[in-house]
């Protein structure tokens, strides 16, 4: 949990985020890296391009994609468990993570069930 030690500038992103509202992640990402705001707003332009791009190549490599435009199934694999396990996967990583690291980066994805 070395990433929760630094004290240097550091950003988090989620991957939903990115999915789901890739405009504004890429605007903090680009804002934290110093970048020209004209840069990253040429990058969104051609995002839907960009987008397939990406999931061709994970494809390519002979991945299933599950998330799609027109399909946001960000979701698509803890749909897959049952809450017992959804509760048991909670615990495992707030155990090796720490409480702390846990609900600082991870407590979004809890079970709303545990």
Known sequence: MEFHKFTGDKIILYYEDLM?????SILKLSSFLDLEID???EFIKDIDKHYL?????YIE??????TNKLNQAIGVHESKLETHEKIAF?????????????NQYLIRYRDENS
């Open 53 to 57: 791009t990406s999931v061709n190549r």
């Open 90 to 102: 909670d615990l495992f990583f707030e155990d090796i993570c720490g409480t702390e690291v846990y």
């Open 39 to 41: 840069v990253a707003k």
């Open 20 to 24: 789901t509202n890739p405009e504004d």
């Open 61 to 66: 490599k002979g991945h299933e994609s599950f």
